[in-house]
């Protein structure tokens, strides 16, 4: 089990360009996230999906799109990125029952030019 | 609005010694909370969590304290090591999809 994997693990864009960032889970888990963490702001929901085809806007969505087309895939883009942007970018997952607990992905670093 | 606060940036302890952690919520439909841990360059991992029907649970060298009234939860690491030395974020659940985390505190354990 390789768990919760990101890809890439650092990138480096320039103001404008876009890009995707993908995220995979093997333990067949119904919920999947996306969160940014930035300094003394802890860990902030951008997108999430408790289903496959399904997403909804979490805490900080604005600049963001997000696709679940395949229930083991979860896809973040950045249509035109800004430096605000610029963070650490962490997927999650958990199944839809039982306890709340999510499974991390081990981070995508993201630096906006 | 900060539905969950650590409002502890930093801390540092002596290795054999206990460390507590500190959160505090404001949401009343909060009824699950969890704590994760987390090294640099690395995602979170879960370490304890407790349910609202419960005051204290325990896990090895690890505590989660829950006091309802005071909207209150801290976690005690005791003894502490240098290997805990890491970023601690809280995080409360509803019941719904989703967690709201914390700021996160740096524990710093010193040999």
């Known amino acids: 089990n390789a768990g919760v994997t990101q890809t890439p693990k650092f990138r480096v864009l320039k103001t404008g360009q876009s890009m995707t960032l993908l995220c995979a889970q093997d333990?067949?888990?119904?919920?999947m996230y996306w969160y940014r963490q930035d300094p003394g702001m802890g860990l902030r929901l951008i997108h999430y999906s408790v289903g496959e085809g399904t997403t909804a806007k979490g805490e900080v969505p604005d600049g963001y799109n997000v696709s679940r087309l395949k229930k083991q895939n979860f896809l973040l883009g950045l249509e035109s990125a800004a430096p605000s942007q610029t963070s650490v970018y962490f997927c999650?997952?958990?199944?839809?029952?039982?306890?709340?607990?999510?499974?991390f992905g081990p981070g995508t670093r993201l630096t906006v030019l | 609005d900060q539905q969950v606060k650590q409002n502890s940036p930093s801390l540092s302890v002596q290795e054999g010694r206990i460390s507590i952690l500190n959160c505090d919520y404001t949401n009343s439909m909060f009824d699950y909370f969890l704590w994760y841990k987390k090294y640099p360059a690395e995602g979170p991992t879960f370490l304890i969590s407790i349910s609202s029907i419960k005051d204290k649970n325990e896990d090895g060298r690890f505590t989660v304290f829950l006091n309802k009234s005071a909207k209150h939860l801290s976690l005690h690491i005791v003894p502490s090591q240098p290997g805990d030395s890491a970023v601690y974020f809280c995080?409360?659940?509803?019941?719904?999809?989703?967690?709201?985390f914390g700021e996160g505190t740096q524990l710093t354990v010193n040999p």
């Open positions: 333990m067949n888990h119904e919920y």
């Open positions: 999650a997952s958990r199944t839809s029952g039982g306890t709340d607990t999510q499974y």
């Open positions: 995080a409360a659940s509803d019941r719904g999809s989703r967690l709201t």
